[in-house]
């Protein structure tokens, strides 16, 4: 069974630019996370999506940052524009209806602003 | 607000010994725990769980203890191999609820 996918892997920009992530979840995974990871930290959450409906953006910066799961399976992270302090690892974690709490990660996508 | 704490930033243990790797929490609600692995470059894996009406759950060479008067759980592994050598993050949910997780713990597993 293939696992999460995420692309690119790493992205350099400098402030003020925009960037976009990808996401592949596992296959019949109904649930789809996006955390920020900060150098130090644990990772957070930052939305939730259960099929392409938002299930928690509550700590989402939604001034610059956005997501989307159009028709429920891949799903997009957008930041326009990025800040220094969005420097971090954006993972994407999918699970299984049935066991929400068994979260299945990507290998993220190193983000660095300049 | 830090809902939960990974107090030790790294560990270093012995091949063949126990390691012991602790998580507090302040959340009463929280009523499911688990453990992630992380290697480098790598996204989280899932290692182990445990839920609140539990006080124990053991799978192969890693058991999972809750003591939910002190708000605390470890995790122990035993006995540590290099392969185990990871960052290890403890997490927290509240009736399904969206996942905290702890700032995570190096092992470091010396042969």
């Known amino acids: 069974e293939a696992g999460v996918a995420q692309s690119p892997r790493y992205k350099i920009i400098e402030k003020r630019q925009s960037v976009a992530f990808w996401c592949n979840p596992i296959s019949g995974h109904a649930t789809l996370y996006w955390y920020q990871q900060i150098l130090g930290q644990g990772p957070k959450l930052l939305i939730q999506?259960?099929?392409?409906?938002?299930?928690?953006d509550s700590q989402l910066p939604k001034d610059r940052f956005s997501a989307e799961r159009l028709k429920g399976v891949d799903s997009t992270l957008k930041i326009q524009p990025a800040k220094l302090e969005d420097s971090a690892v954006y993972l994407c974690?999918?699970?299984?209806?049935?066991?929400?709490?068994?979260?299945?990660f990507g290998p993220g996508t190193r983000l660095l602003v300049l | 607000d830090q809902q939960v704490k990974q107090n030790s930033p790294s560990l270093s243990v012995q091949e063949g010994r126990i390691s012991i790797l602790n998580c507090d929490y302040t959340n009463s609600m929280f009523d499911y725990f688990l453990w992630y692995k992380k290697y480098p470059a790598e996204g989280p894996t899932f290692l182990i769980s445990i839920s609140s009406i539990k006080d124990k759950n053991e799978d192969g060479r890693f058991t999972v203890f809750l003591n939910k008067s002190a708000k605390h759980l470890s995790l122990h592994i035993v006995p540590s191999q290099p392969g185990d050598s990871a960052v290890y993050f403890c997490a927290a949910s509240a009736h399904g609820n969206k996942l905290v997780f702890g700032a995570g713990t190096i092992l470091r597993v010396k042969s």
């Open positions: 974690a999918s699970s299984h209806r049935d066991d929400q709490e068994t979260q299945y």
């Open positions: 999506f259960q099929n392409n409906g938002v299930v928690d």
